[in-house]
């Protein structure tokens, strides 16, 4: 069973730091792109930030951009998301997201993106 479980997430201070870490199993994802994707009640999912299967190529929201840096280690099947200066307005479900699709660059829709995890609460108080 294919499964993405992120960790990580809970409550910390205007410009505190946070890291998310997405485990992957069931499968390789080493060929394929995988992102981050959050959504607060009442809104649509939207893209974060996405990485490359090799993790040479990335592409971040302009509203998080300086901010989170995205990783991977295919050796580990895991990426990454590294939230500095974390806003008020970063408060979200954050949402691990890998391709089925072997491809050069990576995507920003989310409907290019064909498994999820469940979702980690960020909380950021200000």
């Known amino acids: 069973q294919v499964q993405l479980v992120e960790s990580g997430g809970g409550l910390v201070q205007a410009g505190g730091s946070l890291r998310l870490s997405c485990a992957a199993s069931g499968r390789s994802f080493s060929t394929f792109p995988m992102g981050w994707f959050r959504q607060t009640p009442g809104k649509e999912r939207e893209f974060v930030a996405a990485?490359?299967?090799?993790?040479?190529?990335?592409t971040y929201a302009d509203s998080v951009k300086g901010r989170f840096t995205i990783s991977r280690d295919n050796a580990k099947n895991m990426n990454y998301l590294q939230m500095n200066s974390l806003k008020a307005e970063d408060t979200a479900v954050y949402y691990c997201?890998?391709?089925?699709?072997?491809?050069?660059?990576?995507?920003?829709?989310?409907?290019?993106?064909?498994?999820w995890g469940q979702g980690t609460q960020v909380t950021v108080s200000s």
């Open positions: 997201a890998a391709s089925n699709e072997v491809r050069v660059g990576m995507s920003r829709l989310v409907n290019d993106y064909y498994y």
């Open positions: 990485i490359n299967w090799s993790g040479g190529l990335t």
